[in-house]
T-cell receptor, first 111, second 115 residues
Framework: GQSLEQPSEVTAVEGAIVQINCTYQ??????LSWYQQHDGGAPTFLSY????GLEETGRFSSFLSRSDSYGYLLLQELQMKDSASYFC????????????FGKGTRLHILP | NAGVTQTPKFQVLKTGQSMTLQCAQD?????MSWYRQDPGMGLRLIHY???????DQGEVPNGYNVSRSTTEDFPLRLLSAAPSQTSVYFC??????????????FGPGTRLTVL
């Protein structure tokens, strides 16, 4: 079957760097996406890796390695407002474009 | 652009009642989907659609129906509400997988309680 695995929780200190990993048991997808969700809010799109390698968007970077079935989201210069849940997701290429999500990683930031 | 809109924002139902959650988008997206999210949990796919007239089941379709008569609208129908359907429901839309962007746009959610 298809699945995306993420750690359930990660804790880091304000100003530090944190990496949230996503490993997957699926193939034939377009790319790996990351979303952020604050408590009580809707998920919002952060980044997308169509190709292997690193994509950088300000303080956030995302990485994909298809050969290792692995990706990660890197958050730098952590701010308290980064406290949220982060989800990885893939769109299946051969399953009518179905998009599946990981269960999410809750990021706790300590002052 | 209004983006993705959902109505209602909150709803309380009694067991056995039926209702329709509305979702509309004005971005001409081919792909639309419904998710439910339970407290502290991830997003579980209920139903999705790759275009008008085409729908398919996700991970948790039982108890829900959908239709896609237009590109813009993708309503979700609860046939006979059960307490297990108490959840937050999100509608989302995006371009198809053939585009270079895989961004999904989410509506604000509907918070449903079934008593």
């Amino acid at each position: 079957g298809q699945s995306l695995e993420q750690p359930s929780e990660v804790t880091a200190v304000e100003g530090a760097i944190v990496q949230i990993n996503c490993t997957y048991q699926t193939s034939g997808f377009y790319g790996l996406s990351w979303y952020q969700q604050h408590d009580g809010g809707a998920p919002t799109f952060l980044s997308y890796n169509a190709l292997d390698g690193l994509e950088e968007t300000g303080r956030f970077s995302s990485f994909l390695s298809r050969s290792d079935s692995y990706g990660y989201l890197l958050l730098q210069e952590l701010q308290m407002k980064d406290s949220a849940s982060y989800f990885c997701a893939v769109r299946m290429r051969n399953r009518d474009d179905k998009i599946i999500f990981g269960k999410g990683t809750r990021l706790h930031i300590l002052p | 652009n209004a983006g993705v809109t959902q109505t209602p924002k909150f709803q309380v139902l009694k067991t056995g009642q039926s209702m329709t959650l509305q979702c509309a988008q004005d971005m001409n997206h081919e792909y639309m989907s419904w998710y439910r999210q339970d407290p502290g949990m991830g997003l579980r796919l209920i139903h999705y659609s790759v275009g008008a007239g085409i729908t398919d089941q996700g991970e948790v379709p039982n108890g829900y129906n959908v239709s896609r008569s237009t590109t813009e609208d993708f309503p979700l129908r609860l046939l006979s509400a059960a307490p297990s359907q108490t959840s937050v429901y999100f509608c989302a839309s995006s371009y198809s997988g053939t585009s270079n962007s895989d961004e999904q746009f989410f509506g604000p959610g509907t918070r449903l309680t079934v008593l």
